[in-house]
C-alpha cells in the first residue's frame, strides 16, 4: 500500500500499478525537459550525450510502451478470468437453486400427499365414527323403547300391587285371616331353615291346645314351640292416632294387649316335661317389632321374665339356624356311640389280619429254609452227575444228604 496525499494506491492491483508507473514516467520527462533547458547552453557541446539520453529516453519509453501493453494483457485476462468467475458462480448458484427448489417440490408434493392421506384417513375414521354412534344411538333409542316397555309392565304390576296390598290389608283386618297369614310365612321360613323332620306344624300338646309350630329339639332344652297369632288391631289403633290423647291410649291398649298375649302363650305353650322352658312369639311385621323394642321396652322385659322371646321374620330365621346347628350337633352325638362301636370292629379285624400275616410270615420262612435245603441238595446232585460224567466213581454222598433233600421236597409237596 502507499499513500500519495489523500489517495491510497494498492502495488498489488494493476491499475494502481499502471498509474503508478505512468506517473514516474511523467516525473522522469519533466526531469528531462528540466535537464535539457538547462543545458541548452551546453548544447553544442553536449550535443552527442543528448542524443544519446534521447535515444535512451527513447527506449525507455518503448520498453514503457511495451509494459503498459502487457499491463492491458493481463487486466484483460483478469478480467476475463473474473468474468468466467463469476459465470461459472452464476451457474453453480442456478443450479443450487435449482435443487433446491426442485427439492421443495418434491417435499411440497409429499406433504400435501401426506396431508391428503392423513384427510382421507380422518374423514374414514369419522365415518366409522359417526356410522357407530348412529348404531349406538338406534341401539340405545332401543333399549330405551324396552326400559319403557319395561316401565309401562312394572306400572301395570305396582297397579295390581296396589290391589294386592288392599286386599291384604283387608287380610290383616280380619283376625282369623290375619293369624292364617302368620301362619303361612312362620310355614315358608321354618321350611327354608329347618329339615322337615325336626318340626311339626299345628302339633297339639297334652294339655289339648294347637301349637302353631313345634320344633324338637334334643333335650335340653326340649321342644319349643312358635306361636303366630298376634293381635294387630292396638298396633294399628296406635299408628292411626293423631292426638296426644288418642296416642297414650292406643299406646295404653297396645301394651294390655301385647301383655296379655305373653302370658296366654306362657300358660299354654310351656309345658314342664313336654316342652321346653320357653317359647317363641313370631311377629310377621317387622315394623311391630321394632315399635316394640323402640318405644315399649318394658313389655319385652316382661316377655323375657315370662320365658317368651319375641321375634320377627328376621330374627326368627337367625333363630331357626341357631337350632339347625343344634340339631346337627345333638345328631352327631347320637350316631357317636355307633361310630366307636364300628371302630372297635374295625380294630378287631385289624388285629386278625396282623395276626394272620405274622403265621403266613412263619409259613414263608419255612418255605425259604425248605428251598435253601433244595438247592444246596440240587448242587451237590449237580456235582455227583458231573464226576459221574467224568468217570470219576469215587464214593457217592451218604444216604443221609439224600434223605434230607427228599424229605425237603416232601414237606414242600404238603404245603401245596
Excluded at 357 to 367: S, W
Excluded at 400 to 406: G, H, L
Aim: hydrophobic share 45%; net charge neutral; proline share 3%.
Amino acid at each position: 500500500m502507499m499513500q500519495i496525499g489523500t489517495m491510497t494506491l494498492d502495488l498489488n492491483d494493476p491499475v494502481s500499478l499502471a498509474l503508478l508507473i505512468a506517473a514516474a514516467l511523467g516525473m522522469l520527462i519533466v526531469i528531462l525537459l528540466i535537464a535539457a533547458l538547462r543545458g541548452v547552453s551546453r548544447a553544442a557541446q553536449a550535443s552527442e550525450p543528448l542524443i544519446y539520453q534521447m535515444d535512451q529516453m527513447g527506449r525507455a519509453v518503448d520498453a514503457l510502451g511495451r509494459g503498459q501493453e502487457q499491463l492491458t494483457g493481463g487486466l484483460t485476462a483478469v478480467s476475463n478470468a473474473q468474468a468466467n468467475t463469476q459465470a461459472q458462480v452464476i451457474q453453480s448458484m442456478e443450479t443450487r437453486l435449482a435443487a433446491v427448489q426442485q427439492q421443495m417440490t418434491d417435499r411440497l408434493h409429499d406433504n400435501s400427499m401426506k396431508t391428503a392421506r392423513a384427510l382421507s384417513d380422518m374423514q374414514e375414521r369419522m365415518n366409522k365414527q359417526l356410522q357407530g354412534g348412529s348404531e349406538r344411538t338406534t341401539k340405545s333409542l332401543t333399549e330405551l323403547q324396552a326400559r319403557l316397555a319395561t316401565i309401562d309392565r312394572a306400572q301395570e304390576n305396582i297397579t295390581k300391587l296396589s290391589g294386592d296390598v288392599l286386599s291384604l290389608q283387608d287380610i290383616l283386618s280380619n283376625k282369623q285371616t290375619r293369624g292364617a297369614f302368620g301362619e303361612i310365612q312362620l310355614t315358608d321360613i321354618v321350611s327354608k331353615a329347618l329339615p322337615k323332620d325336626s318340626y311339626a306344624l299345628q302339633q297339639t300338646l297334652s294339655n289339648g291346645k294347637r301349637a302353631d309350630c313345634l320344633i324338637h329339639l334334643p333335650n335340653p332344652p326340649g321342644p319349643i314351640v312358635i306361636d303366630a297369632k298376634f293381635p294387630l288391631e292396638a298396633y294399628e289403633s296406635l299408628r292411626n292416632a293423631a292426638t296426644d290423647p288418642e296416642v297414650r291410649a292406643a299406646a295404653q291398649a297396645f301394651k294390655t294387649s301385647v301383655r296379655a298375649h305373653i302370658k296366654a302363650i306362657s300358660e299354654k305353650y310351656i309345658l314342664e316335661g313336654e316342652t321346653a322352658d320357653g317359647a317363641l312369639m313370631f311377629l310377621p311385621s317387622e315394623a311391630v317389632y321394632a315399635e316394640l323394642h323402640a318405644n315399649f321396652a318394658d313389655i319385652v322385659r316382661e316377655g323375657f321374665n315370662a320365658r317368651v322371646w319375641i321375634v320377627s321374620p328376621t330374627t326368627c330365621m337367625a333363630t331357626l339356624n341357631t337350632m339347625r346347628a343344634i340339631l346337627k350337633d345333638a345328631r352327631m352325638r347320637e350316631q357317636a356311640g355307633a361310630i366307636r362301636n364300628t371302630l372297635k370292629l374295625l380294630h378287631r379285624d385289624v388285629e386278625l389280619v396282623v395276626e394272620r400275616v405274622q403265621k403266613l410270615d412263619t409259613h414263608f420262612d419255612q418255605a425259604r429254609k425248605d428251598i435253601e435245603g433244595i438247592g444246596t441238595a440240587a448242587e451237590r446232585a449237580g456235582k455227583r452227575a458231573a464226576r459221574l460224567d467224568n468217570f470219576d466213581f469215587e464214593e457217592l454222598a451218604p444216604e443221609a444228604e439224600v434223605s434230607d433233600a427228599s424229605a425237603a421236597v416232601a414237606r414242600l409237596t404238603r404245603r401245596e
